[in-house]
């Protein structure tokens, strides 16, 4: 058992202490990678990252030149707007004092019709009264005259003068 021991011993001294020629091959061989990594690798990858970089360089200057010419091209449309805004109301007052204008125009037109059909109405009135009235004359006149005739042609007392008028004046008025 001893001897199991001993040799569990030197194979964990192996193991915990590297192996120096192993050790100096590693180092070797990362140092030949590292230089070949250096002489075709990191100044091509160097090339690629900076034309990379210029490019978005590039990229982001010509975002920026956009967003100046969209920031002028807003200030534009946003003038233009305020123009057509003040034009706009402009022309709703222009409008709102035409149709003012209109309206009065309407309505002192209305004013002279009504007063002129008030005048031809009232003219028209007084022409239907003036002929009502000659009407009136003329058939008061000849009731007057048929009630003188009647009178002449039979001459009675008064008594009887005054019933004949009153029937006749009764036989008018139905």
Do not use: C, H, W
């Not at 956009?66 to 946003?78: C, N, P």
């Amino acid at each position: 058992m001893v001897y199991l021991v001993g040799a569990i011993s030197i194979d964990i001294a192996d193991k915990l202490f590297p192996n120096l020629l192993t050790m100096l091959t590693q180092l070797a061989s990362t140092g030949i990678l590292f230089l070949l990594f250096k002489k075709f690798l990191y100044v091509p990858v160097l090339n690629y990252i900076e034309k990379r970089n210029e490019a978005e360089q590039a990229s982001l200057t010509l975002a920026q030149e956009k967003l100046d010419e969209a920031a002028v091209v807003e200030e534009k449309r946003q003038l233009q707007f305020k123009e057509a805004s003040v034009k706009i109301a402009e022309m709703m007052e222009t409008g709102q004092q035409e149709a003012l204008a209109i309206r009065q125009q309407i309505i002192l037109d209305g004013e002279k019709e009504v007063a002129y059909l008030k005048d031809k109405a009232n003219k028209e009135l007084e022409t239907q009264v003036r002929l009502a009235k000659d009407q009136l004359r003329k058939e008061t006149i000849a009731v007057a005259m048929m009630a003188s005739e009647k009178l002449l042609k039979e001459k009675y007392d008064e008594l009887s003068d005054k019933e004949r008028i009153e029937n006749f004046i009764g036989e008018i008025a139905s």
